[in-house]
């Protein structure tokens, strides 16, 4: 659960995605969607506050880092 004081921006994600990696964590089934939220015209806006969110509490990724 993300707490309201926290702002996503793609450094994080990135850094996250990473750490997950360096675990030795397969994270292929969420690849699609963080290639989507580190390309150059996405904004920190919003929509990707709540898209980080969704990515972080995905099956996908949480059964990855779990």
């Known amino acids: 659960?993300?707490?309201?004081?926290?702002?996503?921006?793609?450094e994080d994600?990135?850094?996250?995605?990473q750490q997950s990696i360096d675990e030795g964590r397969d994270l292929?089934?969420?690849e699609p969607e963080f290639?989507?939220?580190f390309a150059g015209d996405v904004p920190e806006d919003a929509q990707?506050?709540?898209?980080?969110?969704?990515?972080?509490?995905a099956p996908s990724f949480a059964s990855?880092?779990?």
């Open 28 to 30: 292929s089934p969420a």
């Open 13 to 17: 994600l990135r850094a996250e995605r």
């Open 35 to 37: 290639k989507r939220l």
């Open 64 to 66: 990855a880092v779990g």
């Open 48 to 57: 990707f506050q709540t898209a980080g969110d969704n990515l972080l509490d």
């Open 1 to 10: 659960m993300k707490q309201p004081w926290l702002w996503w921006k793609k």
